[in-house]
């Protein structure tokens, strides 16, 4: 699997958008790995993991390809993981798609190309959003499916199990996946806060070659429906404990908030010591 981090921002984003605090003045000055976008994630340009603002223009910048997406994974309906404006400009005139691009050009439209029909994996909260946004998913070529922790998907030649996070004012507000494909695992766990027992114990039925989590709270304590640095570590200790990380597996760190991590510059060699990994807008890996 081929791993490309589209964001890997809060919903503040890096710098924060009203915010002139060292970290962010930092950030705009010295911009590269530091700047964040909103946290996206994208696997081999089929599957791709929340939908937030920017995802598509930071694609293009990173020559990544959206059109043909086959999956959606939404976490949870915060705007900064699932912005529903996105999914309108799938509609066109079928008609349309015959013609020559010349004549195209004389009708207009959002779309001028075929792209195959996206099928999208949410809790009730992402299904609710997504009716009350879109129109008509037949034309926008979209199929929705509820989602249930524990209860596996299967889509495109990967296996989906969702985990139940703790984010969020209601119970089932916001879902970690583990992805399947190929022989490989992995564990995409974002506000996330932390697991219930119950929740946890799926998380451990499984073998990793990539964890990819939060770290939203950085150098602070817990807070609520996050994580912090101390937890991400005790998190990867008790999955090296039950030997659910395989040799040479990767653990990184996104979803970081200037208020409480440090600028990359800084903040990478931080994480390293601890045996992680930083990730940044860009980031593509192998798995």
Known sequence: MKLTFLGTGAGETYPGYWC???HCTYARKHRGKNLRTNSSMVIDEELLIDI???CFDN??????????????LVTHPHEDHLYPQHLHWRNTDESLLPLTY??????????????PQLN????????????????????????LHEIREGKEEKTDGYRI????????????????????????????????????????????????????????????EQYGGHMCLMNNIRIRDRLKENKCLRENSRFLLTHLSPHWCPPHDWY????????????????????
């Open 59 to 72: 694609a293009a910048r990173f020559g990544v390809n959206l059109s043909k997406l086959k999956t959606l």
């Open 268 to 287: 990478e060699s931080i994480v390293a010591s601890e045996g992680l990994e930083l990730a940044y807008d860009g980031l593509q890996i192998e798995v």
């Open 120 to 143: 999208i994996y949410g809790n009730s909260f992402v299904m609710e959003t997504l009716r009350k946004s879109l129109d008509d998913m037949e034309e926008l070529k979209i199929n």
């Open 20 to 22: 002139e605090c060292p």
């Open 102 to 115: 010349v004549e195209k050009m004389r009708h207009g439209g959002p779309r001028f190309t075929d792209i």
């Open 161 to 220: 199990l969702p985990v139940r996070g703790n984010h969020g004012s209601q119970r089932g507000f916001s879902h970690s996946y583990i992805i399947q494909k190929d022989g490989k695992t992995l564990l995409y766990a974002l506000d996330s806060g932390s697991y219930d027992e119950d929740q946890f114990a799926l998380i451990q039925e499984h073998q990793y070659d990539a964890v990819i989590m939060e770290g939203t709270t950085g150098l602070n």
């Open 52 to 54: 937030g603002p920017s």
